[in-house]
């Protein structure tokens, strides 16, 4: 009712409105005037609101920043993080000189100038020498702005120095998880069809995928059987379904065994180096915690569609793309503890988050950082289940309820990663 | 049928002849089936009119819901029911599909089937003084298949599943796969259907825009007398013809990787319990595809806008465009280098850094041709004598938000500066500035502008002054803020914040601040629309000149005839911008005044 209301006073002002300047429009064409006929009178007040506008406009953009200068974040909390916060002042400054400049010369001009009757303008068609000062200047502050720019960016990509400690980063609908390795330093191979429940990350040992195999083997052979038992009585299209999954899981049955091979003549080629026997000792978890000081190269994969993994407090993020492993460097420099001094906020988290459209839940694919002392690092990283203990039966991951539940729930139930 | 007229064939022959076709037309022949151009333009526009007031009614529910998460709102139960918005509240995949088709809509089929279609149809046969475009046929084909475009498009956000909900750029896997997200179903192959018939439509205009301006100029109009309306069009019909066959072969991958099970862009992808048995592909070939279309796409939307604004900035003035060759010159510069910057939407996605580095380099040069403009358009207003019709509030608005997004562009170019705010809501303000808000500025300029010589009336100005005043407030109120949600690390396409503590308080004010804004946006279009159906047919008749410009689409009379000129072509003697000459008696001279002896042509 209310909004009724609202609606049809807002109709009604809108009709008024529209009215009296019908009525205004009438009078003044019985005066003789045009729409096209603009007075003196109106230029000059039009060319005081472009120098009002400009104005206020100018004021409330330095106004805005002070005033809400606690949305920016933190000072920035690792290496790569503190070259990009530099190269940020420069071009702030850069860019905010011209900003002020071309917009008090658009605004002052355009009020300055408007229309007098029985005055004419300036004939000024053009000027080379002017012209090219201004080609001239911009290229050179511009190619001076991208090398800086470009030396910045090739020192944060560069390729890591060998033994750089390695993390993996894992994304999937809608949660993170995280990979790191034992007590051999190296992160193990990966395949995606060995992802179950057991194996959230599809790590490749002798182990798991055998196990792997008996179970697809062990599925292929039901469905068959199942097939084979109702050929006579489901209709034609259904039984065309049922053909696809038996032909779906033999092959992947197949490529499986392709696998094992490619394995194991690996491990023969490689012996100890082989990427296949580094799985085992890997540690798989939800949390994420980083030691201070020490350079880190992340490693990113994807389960499904593509994510982005964002850590706005250490100004790093990059893609995580099904099919394909991406990376960066990070070394972050303040400790969680350290930051919560700074922020004066004791409840402060890095946080890493999701930054790019992956599905419904994509607002909260999110999962904390906790940056620490590598002392407090170690211990935590020590006590970690590993993937396979040597002898044990199943392969283990550390907190199983969290991330582990069945996969198709997670799309219907918003905020799994609370 | 009657309307088989081939103006062109007479041309040459210069025969007073356009008079003789003032044959009774039916009213599917003028209004539906027209081969006129100016009628089709009008079509264009009106789509574009239509399309916009979606696009824009979307933004405001999702703005809504972003400034107050979980709250009802009548307006969003209005339009969406109960399906989409249970109790009122935007649902999170009705939220991504709005998302998805206000970009959709905006990108395509207002900033460029409205702002192209519109104006190179009205403008290019007018002022360089042809007949009609090359082909009617063509012409009429392509307006009828922006149509279809647009009836599908709406249409997908009436299926089951919802309409498409994976950002406007629907990077597969997301795209392919609905077991990912319910849009990625019917709505989803809608979109890219619709996508299709779009290019074919669109690709039928810019041939005909090309064959047009190259063929069919009049006697003496040489390309150095070209208005920069034209040039721009010009311009945008190219690379457009460059540009959107490569979205068409990229769209037709999606299509065979969701319905033929091909794995052009998939791979190793475990998804609802299962490993798919794609192989092989990679979605940073769909990105590399998209973006080159997509990157040259921001620049089919600015260049007419570019174009526009020189045309009314110059008349409004009253003085020539200053450095009308640089314009040129930077123009197709601009129009070369959008073919070589498109990697600068990948610095982050994995690939080679080195492409980074040279992506970063490419783009930031982009940016001198750009800042000529700027430059150029102060310098003309400089010693002018500015008449502030609404048209000239419009084309200035537009010079300062390209300003602003030309600015935050340095920033985005930045491969390392981009690692920060890459997809955050900077980007989002930022493209919004430097060819959302400017397009459409440059759009509304434009049909201020040029309603009398569509409508043969006058719009309103009063109203154009409080559309203009309210719509630059608002422009600045919602995007201005919106830089700073993005510096702050607010990502875009985010449901709601709720739930990190990072985001709350003076970052929500900001929201709030957004979206009141983008409200009073909304209502200030509610002027424009009225100005403009009220004038169309009750607005003040308008004269043949009204804004004493030197074009030739002003030469023509106010009566559309066939063949825009009754009796023979106009013959040009001089480039269009001899505003306040010295030694002439008028302001203006238009094109079609002979030299005087001795004197200086500027286009020569």
């Known amino acids: 009712m209310m909004t009724l209301l609202i609606l049809a006073v807002l109709v009604l002002g809108l009709m008024v409105v529209f009215r009296l300047s019908r009525v205004a429009d009438l009078t003044n064409e019985l005066r003789g005037s045009r729409q096209e006929h603009i007075t003196e009178r109106t230029n000059w007040l039009q060319g005081r609101l472009m120098w009002l506008f400009g104005a206020v406009y100018l004021i409330l953009f330095v106004w805005l920043p002070y005033a809400y200068s606690d949305v920016f974040l933190p000072t920035a909390a690792s290496e790569q993080g503190v070259w990009i916060d530099n190269m940020y002042t420069y071009n702030w400054w850069l860019l905010g000189i011209v900003f002020f400049l071309t917009n008090i010369a658009l605004f002052y001009f355009a009020g300055r100038y408007y229309h007098r009757d029985g005055k004419r303008a300036f004939w000024y068609p053009h000027n080379n020498k002017l012209e090219m000062v201004w080609t001239v200047v911009p290229t050179v502050v511009l190619v001076a702005t991208i090398i800086y720019g470009i030396i910045v960016w090739n020192r944060i990509t560069a390729a890591p120095a060998p033994g750089t400690m390695q993390v993996e980063v894992y994304s999937k609908q809608f949660d993170w998880t995280f990979r790191y390795a034992g007590k051999d330093g190296k992160l193990g191979a990966t395949d995606y069809r060995l992802i179950n429940a057991e194996n959230p990350l599809g790590i490749v040992t002798r182990k798991a995928l055998a196990a792997r195999l008996a179970g697809l083997k062990e599925e292929a052979a039901k469905a068959t059987a199942d097939r084979d038992a109702q050929a006579h009585v489901l209709p034609e299209d259904l039984l065309k379904e049922k053909d696809k999954d038996v032909a779906h899981l033999n092959r992947m049955v197949e490529r499986l065994l392709g696998l094992q091979a490619l394995m194991e003549q690996d491990i023969k080629d490689n012996g100890d180096n082989s990427t296949y026997l580094h799985g085992a000792d890997d540690k798989v978890t939800k949390e994420f915690h980083l030691p201070v000081d020490t350079d880190v190269e992340l490693l990113f994969r994807s389960q499904d569609v593509i994510h982005s993994a964002y850590l706005p407090h250490l100004r790093a993020q990059m893609n995580t793309v099904p099919g394909m492993t991406t990376r960066i460097n990070i070394k972050p420099t303040i400790t969680t503890d350290s930051m919560r001094v700074i922020t004066n906020n004791s409840e402060f988290d890095y946080i890493l988050m999701c930054n790019k459209v992956c599905g419904i839940s994509h607002y909260n694919m999110q999962s904390p950082l906790t940056v620490e002392t590598s002392g407090a690092f170690k211990v935590w990283n020590i006590v970690l289940p590993v993937f396979e203990k040597p002898g044990a039966a199943t392969a283990q991951v550390a907190e199983p309820a969290a991330g582990t539940k069945e996969e198709s729930a997670a799309q219907t139930e918003p905020g799994t990663n609370k | ?604």
């Not at chain 2, 397009?439 to 009398?452: D, E, G, K, L, Q």
């Not at chain 2, 804004?517 to 200030?524: D, E, H, N, P």
Request: glycine share 10%; proline share 5%; net charge neutral.
């Open chain 2, 1 to 604: 049928m009657s309307a088989v007229v081939h103006p062109q064939a007479a041309d040459n022959s210069g025969h007073a002849h356009a008079d003789l076709h003032q044959h009774k037309q039916s009213f599917v022949s003028k209004y539906i089936f027209s081969h006129d151009h100016k009628m089709i333009s009008k079509q264009f526009l009106i789509t574009a009119i239509v399309m916009a007031w979606v696009a824009m009614i979307m933004s405001i529910m999702f703005r809504l819901q972003i400034a107050y998460p979980g709250e009802s709102f009548a307006f969003t139960h209005f339009f969406l029911g109960d399906k989409w918005a249970p109790n009122g509240v935007l649902s999170p995949s009705m939220f991504l599909g709005l998302v998805t088709i206000h970009g959709t809509i905006m990108l395509f089929f207002v900033l460029t089937g409205g702002l192209s279609g519109t104006f190179a149809n009205l403008l290019i046969p007018l002022q360089i003084g042809a007949r009609d475009m090359a082909s009617g046929f063509l012409n009429m084909l392509s307006a009828w298949f922006f149509m279809a475009a647009s009836v599908m498009m709406l249409s997908s956000l009436f299926v089951e599943s919802g309409p498409a909900a994976g950002g406007w750029t629907v990077y597969p896997p997301l795209s392919v796969l609905p077991q990912a997200i319910p849009g990625s179903g019917t709505g989803m192959t809608l979109w890219l259907f619709s996508m299709v018939l779009f290019i074919i439509g669109s690709l039928m205009g810019s041939l005909n825009y090309i064959a047009t301006v190259l063929n069919l100029r009049t006697k003496g109009m040489r390309m150095t007398r070209l208005p920069l309306t034209v040039w721009g069009l010009f311009l945008t019909a190219i690379v457009g013809v460059l540009a959107f066959p490569v979205l068409v072969s990229a769209v037709v991958l999606l299509i065979m990787d969701r319905m033929l099970g091909t794995s052009f862009y998939l791979s190793e992808i475990y998804i609802a319990g299962e490993a798919l048995d794609n192989m092989g592909g990679s979605p940073i070939l769909y990105e590399h595809l998209f973006w080159f279309l997509g990157h040259p796409e921001v620049y089919i939307v600015i260049l007419p806008a570019f174009g526009i604004s020189s045309e009314i900035i110059s008349t409004m003035s009253r003085k020539p465009i200053f450095g009308y060759r640089a314009m040129i010159g930077s123009l197709m510069a601009i129009s070369f280098m959008s073919f070589l910057v498109w990697a600068h939407h990948m610095f982050i996605t994995g690939m080679n850094p080195f492409l980074g580095a040279v992506f970063s380099f490419t783009t930031m040069l982009i940016a001198v041709p750009s800042s000529i403009k700027v430059f150029n358009y102060i310098t003309t207003l400089w010693r002018g004598n500015i008449i502030f019709s609404p048209a000239m509030l419009f084309s200035i608005g537009m010079v300062s938000t390209f300003i602003v997004g030309g600015l935050t562009g340095i920033i985005v170019a930045n491969a390392a500066l981009d690692i920060q705010v890459h997809d955050t809501y900077f980007v989002v303000a930022h493209f919004h500035m430097v060819m959302g808000v400017s397009a459409i500025f440059a759009m509304m300029a434009a049909v201020y502008h040029w309603f009398p010589r569509m409508y043969g009336r006058m719009m309103n100005t009063k109203l154009g002054y409080w559309h203009f005043w309210g719509t630059m407030i608002a422009a600045y109120g919602v995007f201005i803020p919106m830089h700073y949600v993005g510096i702050g690390g607010g990502p875009r396409r985010y449901y709601e914040y709720t739930e990190f503590p990072m985001f709350q308080g003076h970052f929500m004010d900001l929201n709030v601040m957004i979206t009141v804004f983008a409200c009073m946006g909304g209502l200030m279009q509610i002027i424009f629309t009225y100005n403009f159906f009220h004038s169309i047919w009750y607005g003040q008749k308008a004269v043949e000149n009204p804004w004493h410009s030197n074009t030739l689409e002003w030469t023509a009379p106010v009566e559309h005839v066939h063949g825009n000129w009754p009796g023979p072509l106009p013959v040009v003697h001089r480039w269009p911008y001899d505003y306040s000459k010295p030694g002439k008696p008028d302001d203006f001279v238009p094109q079609t005044v002979p030299l005087e002896e001795g004197e200086e042509d500027e286009g020569n």
